[in-house]
């Protein structure tokens, strides 16, 4: 139960009592000024009467001078509650004085007339209203009246309220008890609201059920679809997590805003603060992809193999993945709440390390010689090729060894091919330890035959002499086949220099064997560089 | 000769008044020094308010008796009043006790021998008075 000021019907009471109370007293001030009013006009009535009773014998007394009369007069005339004082007078010598006389406010004046002689005044009798009288029966009156009108106020109030109570409020009760007993949430408490009348609660009451109706069904229909959305997101979250693919999704910020276990399974370096990109080790590579995908709008996806970041002792691990911009309704949303520029990206990635390494292994065996695992001829022209490219663009130039080992054969023939292979891979291994910085490679060209080259800012042709003889002499030292047999090789050496000879690997490559075997002819053991005169 | 022309006078005027109405003589003994008095004067001497002459001697009013119809008639001609409203006239004067009517005599033959034998009496009659020994000094008309 609330407090009893919170009940309509009582505040209506309580708001009727009031109004009516102020009426009555507004109204009360009002009658009891027209009380006073009219009291005093019905009373200067009154007393003109009285005065018009005794006026006969009033003028009697004026006319035969009788003070006692006049005393008997004026006396009773005092008697009366209404009149405070009367005086008789005439111009000769009577004047009698009876009760108060002060004051002239409602004074009443009689002119006497004589008793024989018509319209001739012989005297005037005073009449002194009792104003306080008056006025005390002006406020009687009108506390009368105010007092009937706030019982008839409270009578009303009474009545208003009961009826209130009972047509109103009562039934706003019992509506609102059956009302409560609704849970919004649970649509098999909406029974239908009973209001038997047909009045404005009644039409409330209708209004009130159909809403209800609406609503329930609404509800069901509701749970319905929550069910059924259910079912399909827990078989959606059943693909997702059970995926053998790592699924993810990056925000704006390449940060990972979702991840299911197999993404976290393929890369558990992964945390919340770490960005995508930070993952991988093609840092480059990764984020411009990640801007195409974001800002061309033809590009839909992209696939790229990555290589993941590993801790010490890790193996290195590759994958593959996808990546597609998600452009649904529901991310531009959510973009709009969080503020985030650009489109979520997905990534679906698989593991494929085994594949990659594979692949690295093959692509390794087709670049790279088996046996002294220098590159190979294949791989030695296009890097040639590449290393122009370099110098041309950058106004550089490519020094070319060609070199050929002297005193091959008979290693191969005298002590087998198995040292022949020795003799191979140790020259492949000093060759190397020249040729290792960037921009140098040494390649096996074929049989005895290797290629190496180097770029360089100038030429500077004695300096080239010093390594192309550093060269010779690394050959020249003796190379162990067995515990107790070695045997020395040496090497002819045609140097050819680009741009200054040839500005393409197919001429770079004749001049250097031209030169090659020029210096076979001479006596091999020696070097010499590419003169154009030659021919 | 003057006295008996005015005699004569108001004796034809009184024969000629009594052709036509009854009125009324107020009288006084003839000694007395009043000549005559106007209707005024005898109003307020019958009527209470004067109980002198107009010289001041002293006035001894009298009347009628209350049942007399003449009186009525005295009375109307006079003031213009009711025998009743007479009355109450008196009855209100009497009651505050300083006012008297005027002395009632039985007939008009007892007025006549007061006022013949008082000089300061005052009386009226019907008809003219005969004897020499009274006077009229105010003839009122009915």
Known sequence: MKSISGKIYIKVALAIAIGAIGTSLVTSVLLYINAVSSEQSKAQALIEQIGATIRSTASIALYVQDKELGQEIVQGLVINDLIAGAKLSDSVSLDVTFGVTSGNKGLIKTEIQHPFIPNQTIGELLIYPNRNYIQSIAKQNAVNDALLLLLYSAIVALFVSVFVHKLLTQPLQKLTASFLKIDPRNTETMRTLIHNENDEIGQMVQGINDLMGELKSTLENETDLRIQTQALESKFRLIFEQASAGICLIDADNMISASNPAFNNILPNSSDDTTFIQLFEHVDQLSSLLIRIRNEESVNHLSIDLKCKSLLGENKKWVHCLFSRVTTQRSEVRQSDTGAQGPLIEVIMYDVTERAEKEHKTRFEADHDALTHLKNRRAGEAEIENLLQTVSFLDLSLVVFMIDLDNFKPVNDNHGHDAGDRVLIEVGKRLQTVFDGKNEFCSRWGGDEFVAAYVVNEVNIDEIRALAQSTLDSLRYPIDLSDDVSCTIGGSIGVVIAPTHADNTKDLIACADKTMYRVKQNGRGHFEIFDPDWI | ?142
């Open chain 2, 1 to 142: 000769m003057s006295k008996g022309l005015r005699t004569l006078m108001f004796s034809v005027a009184a024969m000629f008044a009594c052709q036509v109405q009854a009125d009324f003589y107020v009288v006084v003994q003839s000694d007395n020094p009043q000549a005559f008095i106007t209707k005024k004067e005898a109003v307020n001497l019958f009527m209470g308010r004067s109980r002198a002459f107009s010289n001041g001697d002293f006035a001894l009013i009298f009347d009628l008796p209350r049942d007399d119809p003449k009186r009525a008639a005295f009375y109307l001609s006079l003031t213009g009043w009711a025998p009743a409203k007479v009355n109450s006239y008196w009855s209100r004067l009497m009651f505050s006790g300083q006012s008297m009517p005027p002395q009632p005599l039985p007939d008009e033959l007892a007025m006549i021998n007061i006022v013949e034998r008082n000089p300061s009496a005052l009386g009226w009659l019907s008809q003219p008075p005969t004897n020499p020994s009274l006077r009229t000094i105010l003839v009122i008309k009915e």
